[in-house]
């Protein structure tokens, strides 16, 4: 079998930057109902799911996720589509596919959360394997690099996620990430750091954390997974000013309205592109070798990531620069070419 490019680009403790978010800019952008959030936009707007596949990597992602996150069975028999299964889901691995070629990035298939979970009754376990198989297999078939297991509060699930992907994943390798909650802890009461030590043992190439908390509330829980865990690991937080008091971003209470902020009035608790540097730089600094951005995520944001982490993407071009600013940059060239301006004007010369 001829080395992954995934696994080639983690030795020696290389690092990925990876842009998630798909779902939370569609539906700001008016192409995803916040509820279900089934990625819709695939089969409908195919084109525009492209543009932000570009736009992310132009700011300085390695990876192009798939995205078919909550693009599984159960969340399209919510909304009546689960007829448009197959078809949303290689649609959106076809078009991560033809992104990554045309960049030459990496390409992820994605798998996640399925919502009926329910360790004590075998039904549903099964249920649930059907479903990480067949967007497995999906993926393999058009071509992905690596696969990511996500937003997962239960270890069980997520080992059955890991469980699925060594069983039909044709040996591609696989990042498994657990959501924190406002415990530490996973549902069944596993510190998360064990609970990702238990989810490397079986297998994952790299583990961590994603979704959930913001850069505040989740670095505390990184170090704990740095320290639990031998091989690379991962974070992936919303961008939002979670804390000590609203540790997650469906916790966070609007300081207008005095109601839960999550989802429609959360953009007014983004973090600061400063606040998002400080994050990349303690994740440098834990050792984290595959970061980026979650749900919330912007390209402006994850340029920062990127840049932090030694990347100078094509949009690092248009980085601020306030010395060109005319009132807080260099302000005695600015009045001298003012100046300069106004009596080419009067004289009438260019």
């Known amino acids: 079998m001829s080395e992954n490019a995934f696994l080639k680009r983690l030795e020696n403790g290389g690092n990925l930057v990876v842009a998630e978010g798909y779902l939370f800019e569609f539906e700001r952008r008016g ?26 990597v132009h700011s300085g992602s390695d990876v192009v996720l798939a995205f078919t996150y909550y693009g599984h069975r159960r969340k399209l028999q919510v909304i009546g589509r689960e007829g448009d299964l197959e078809k949303m889901n290689r649609g959106a691995l076809k078009i991560a596919r033809e992104v990554a070629k045309a960049t030459g990035t990496l390409m992820a298939g994605n798998i996640c959360n399925t919502t009926l979970y329910q360790k004590d009754k075998p039904e549903s376990i099964k249920e649930c394997e059907a479903m990480f198989k ?16 996500e937003t997962f509060s239960e270890l069980g699930e997520a080992a059955l996620a890991l469980e699925c992907i060594k069983k039909y994943g044709k ?14 802890v996973t549902v069944e009461g596993v510190p998360l750091g064990e ?38 690991i991962a974070c992936l937080p919303v961008p939002y000013r979670t804390c000590k008091k609203f540790p997650t971003m469906q916790s966070l209470i609007d300081p207008v309205s005095g109601k839960q902020a999550f989802p429609v009035d ?62 807080y940059g260099n302000k005695p060239e600015f009045f001298q070419c003012h100046t300069k301006s106004l009596r080419n004007d009067y004289d009438g010369t260019s």
């Open 31 to 56: 192409y995803l109902k916040a509820g279900a959030f089934v990625p819709e936009v695939v089969i409908e707007h195919p084109d525009l799911v492209k543009n932000v596949t570009e736009e992310f």
């Open 134 to 149: 067949e967007q497995i297999e999906w993926a393999v078939e058009e071509g992905a690099d690596f696969i990511v297991a």
């Open 171 to 184: 040996g591609l390798p696989a990042v498994v990430m657990l959501v924190p909650s406002t415990r530490d």
């Open 195 to 232: 609970a990702c030590r238990k989810l490397e043992e079986a297998g994952a190439a790299v583990v961590g954390l994603n979704c959930g908390r913001g850069p505040a509330s989740i670095l505390p829980l990184l170090k704990e997974v740095r320290q639990a865990c031998q091989g690379p």
């Open 266 to 327: 959360l953009p007014a608790q983004l973090c600061g592109r400063t606040e998002i540097k400080h994050f990349a730089q303690a994740c440098k600094e834990i050792g984290v070798q595959y970061v980026g951005l979650c749900c919330g995520n912007s390209s402006h944001s994850l340029r920062v990531v990127a840049e932090v982490y030694g990347r100078e993407p094509p949009a690092s071009r248009y980085s601020p620069d306030m010395s060109q600013h005319f009132m």
